[in-house]
Structures are given as structure tokens and as C-alpha cells.
């Protein structure tokens, strides 16, 4: 199956007066998913929105809702965040002991399992997980604030992640997938979320990500819809 880019706006850019609005707004722009940030004060230190807000997104909209979720103890979330819609939970390496137990119990509930990695974290906690998250994600600042500047150096961690995972076997939909059968999957979905233009997405879906996750960037632009296209059409070396 053909690779390519998916563009999610990150709705912490967006007006928090009209949350609604501004979901149904890049569902009519031709956004492919909806990027939502929970915050809890200390795993980052700010705050944002919680399964009320998501209830009222999911309402307005039938984009797919990724919550990104920037919290200790994501477990204790999970039944609430589905129970408000999240068509998938990415929750932080660094923010649990529990990160398999996490993952299997969002699997349980069929809802999509993602695993996200701050700048700093070491490559070597990646391999381990490849075969258990549905996603990936690779944050390109450190979480907690809109607006920051692009890391460059996360593009080495993405052609690492990109490049384990056309070596070795993945999973998708809870089976694990041999290398002969891939073409006939969708491709393995590795996000970026910080800092990510048109410029820097080029970088980072050249180095293997194809999930590109824009707040600041798709909510300044004139137009929304040319915005999200003009990412959408950033080639995919595969
Ligand atoms: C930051 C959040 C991002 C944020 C990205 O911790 O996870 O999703 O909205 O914002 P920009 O695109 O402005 O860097
Ligand atoms: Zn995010």
C-alpha cells in the first residue's frame, strides 16, 4: 500500500473559545486527523483540555481524534478519554512505568495504542516497542508548550525508528506482520509533533515520518486548506 503524508492540526493553536468551530473547520479544510493535547501540570507543566472539551470536539466532527496525552499515569485516563470519543491514546515512554500494560489495555478496548518519545530519550528504548504500539510518535520539541522552535537532531531518531521498522517485523492491528506481507498494509504510521512547517516537515518525512502534526504553523496560514495541502504534498521517498 502506497505511503503517504497525513496531516493532523494540533487544536492547542486553534481558538479555545470556539473549540468546536475550529475542529468542524479543519474537517472542512481536509485535514486527515485531528491532533488533540492533554496536559495534566506535572508531567509538563501547563494545562489544557480533558474529556469534556474532547466530547465536545468529537461532537462537532468525524475527523479521527489522536489525543496526545501529556500525563503521569496515563492509565488512569484511558476509560474516560474513550468513553469521549479518542480514536487513539498516545501516551508518554517517560510518564509510566507501565508502558506495555498501558498499551495492551488501550489495545483492549480497540481503540489505536501510541507511544510517544520526548527529544531527550535515548533511541535505544525504541526497538523494544515497535512491535506493540500501533504509532509512534516522536516528539520534535520538548512537550508542553505550542509555538516552540524544531529539533533538528530528532531527525536522526526518526531515520532510526523508520529504518528498524523496515527491518524488522511489525505489528499492525494487534498481528505481528513479516516483512514479505507489509506492501499490503498500511504503512507503519511515525508522527512528529513540535515545531513542524512545511519546511521541517519535508525534513522529518524525508528521514521516514509520515504523520505530520502542525498547530502554529496550519493556524497562521490564510488559508487552512492550502495549508494542509501544501504538507499533504510533501513527497515520500517510498
Ligand atoms: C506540544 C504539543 C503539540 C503542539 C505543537 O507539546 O504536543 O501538539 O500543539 O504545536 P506547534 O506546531 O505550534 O509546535
Ligand atoms: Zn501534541
Avoid: W
Amino acid at each position: 500500500m502506497k505511503n503517504k503524508i497525513k496531516v493532523a492540526p494540533s487544536i492547542l493553536a486553534g481558538d479555545f473559545g470556539r473549540l468546536a468551530d475550529e475542529a468542524k473547520r479543519c474537517e472542512d479544510a481536509g485535514a486527515d486527523l485531528l491532533h488533540l493535547d492533554v496536559m495534566d501540570g506535572h508531567f509538563v507543566p501547563n494545562l489544557t483540555m480533558g474529556p469534556k472539551a474532547i466530547a465536545a470536539i468529537n461532537r462537532a466532527t468525524n475527523l479521527f481524534l489522536d489525543v496526545h496525552i501529556m500525563v503521569y499515569n496515563p492509565f488512569n485516563y484511558i476509560e474516560r478519554l474513550i468513553e469521549s470519543g479518542a480514536d487513539r491514546i498516545v501516551f508518554h515512554f517517560e510518564a509510566t512505568e507501565d508502558v506495555e500494560e498501558t498499551l495492551q489495555y488501550i489495545q483492549k478496548c480497540n481503540v489505536e495504542a501510541g507511544l510517544a518519545f520526548c527529544p531527550e530519550t535515548s533511541n535505544e528504548f525504541i526497538p523494544k516497542f515497535l512491535t506493540k504500539a500501533d504509532y509512534l510518535l516522536l516528539m520534535t520539541v520538548h512537550p508542553g508548550f505550542g509555538g516552540q522552535a524544531f529539533k533538528y537532531d530528532v531527525l536522526k531518531k526518526i531515520e532510526f525508528t523508520r529504518k528498524l521498522i523496515d527491518e524488522q517485523r511489525i505489528r499492525y492491528k494487534g498481528q505481528i506482520v513479516s516483512q514479505d506481507k507489509i506492501q499490503n498494509i498500511p504503512p507503519y504510521e511515525i508522527g512528529v509533533d513540535g515545531g513542524i512547517t512545511d519546511e521541517t516537515g519535508a525534513l522529518c518525512v524525508e528521514a521516514g515520518a509520515n504523520v505530520l502534526i502542525a498547530g502554529t504553523y496550519l493556524f497562521t496560514q490564510p488559508n487552512l486548506s492550502k495549508g494542509i495541502e501544501k504538507m499533504r504534498a510533501i513527497e515520500c521517498p517510498k
